[in-house]
């Protein structure tokens, strides 16, 4: 069975920094892709980021790019996210994301929710000004 167990959100100030962690069972190596997704309150979820398999391949949204790093350990079955430079605007649940296919390594699939097929339970992500 499938599971996404995300962890590392919680509270910070503007500028600081969080480092999020995805746990996947059984393996994250099943997963050519995987990814990291967004939702705050009234707002769709969107994409923040993806990657396949092999970490050399990462996209992001453009509201993140510079400040926020995906990366993937797959002897540790586990996805990252580290965010530097956090904005209020960051404040949402983070979701991990995985999929069998490797549609992320197509530019208009990396960061589209309709492109992954595992999702963990979500951990929030809030920052105060």
């Known amino acids: 069975q499938v599971q996404l167990v995300e962890s590392g959100g919680g509270s910070v100030q503007a500028g600081g920094s969080l480092r999020l962690s995805c746990v996947a069972s059984?393996?994250?190596?099943?997963?050519?892709?995987m990814g990291w997704f967004r939702q705050a309150p009234g707002k769709e979820r969107e994409g923040v980021g993806s990657i396949f398999i092999g970490g050399d391949r990462a996209a992001y949204t453009d509201s993140v790019k510079g400040r926020f790093t995906i990366t993937r350990d797959d002897a540790e079955k586990t996805l990252y996210l580290q965010m530097n430079s956090l904005k209020p605007e960051d404040t949402a649940m983070y979701y991990c994301a995985a999929d069998r296919s490797s549609r992320c390594v197509v530019p208009k699939y990396a960061m589209s929710t309709s492109s992954f097929e595992f999702w963990g339970q979500g951990t929030q992500v809030t920052v105060s000004s």
């Open positions: 059984p393996s994250s190596a099943r997963f050519p892709c």
